[in-house]
Nanobody, 127 residues
């Protein structure tokens, strides 16, 4: 099956930056979308950002738009998330996920339409 591995989390001060990386590998598959989700303390997992493999279109939650940037390497099936101006509210476990099935809805943010997930990497923003 497809495996997903993310890395790059850490502990930083408010206003700092971090870069998360993710790689998908395994049996032959078609990548439609790769994205990032996060789960903060006391909250359910939520959408952060995603990128479509066909055209590179990006999608962001309102809470991170303008601060986070998602990018891809199609050949390597990797995706990165550059996080700038980090806030304490960004503290969460960040998960990378891949959509390798063709969903009729065409959603780029619905976590139920992502097919394989990484184990998560912790990002902590505090003074």
């Amino acid at each position: 099956q497809v495996q997903v591995v993310e890395s790059g989390g850490g502990v930083v001060q408010p206003g700092a930056s971090l870069r998360l990386s993710c790689a998908a590998s395994g049996r032959t598959f078609t990548t439609y979308t790769m994205g990032w989700f996060r789960r903060a303390p006391g909250k359910e997992r939520e959408f952060v950002a995603s990128i479509a493999w066909s055209d590179g279109n990006t999608y962001y939650s309102d809470s991170v738009k303008g601060r986070f940037t998602i990018s891809r390497d199609n050949a390597a099936n990797t995706v990165s998330l550059r996080m700038n101006s980090l806030k304490p509210d960004d503290t969460a476990v960040y998960y990378c996920a891949i959509q390798y099935r063709k969903y009729s809805s065409g959603s780029h943010s619905d976590q139920t339409e992502f097919d394989a997930w990484g184990q998560g990497t912790q990002v902590t923003v505090s003074s």
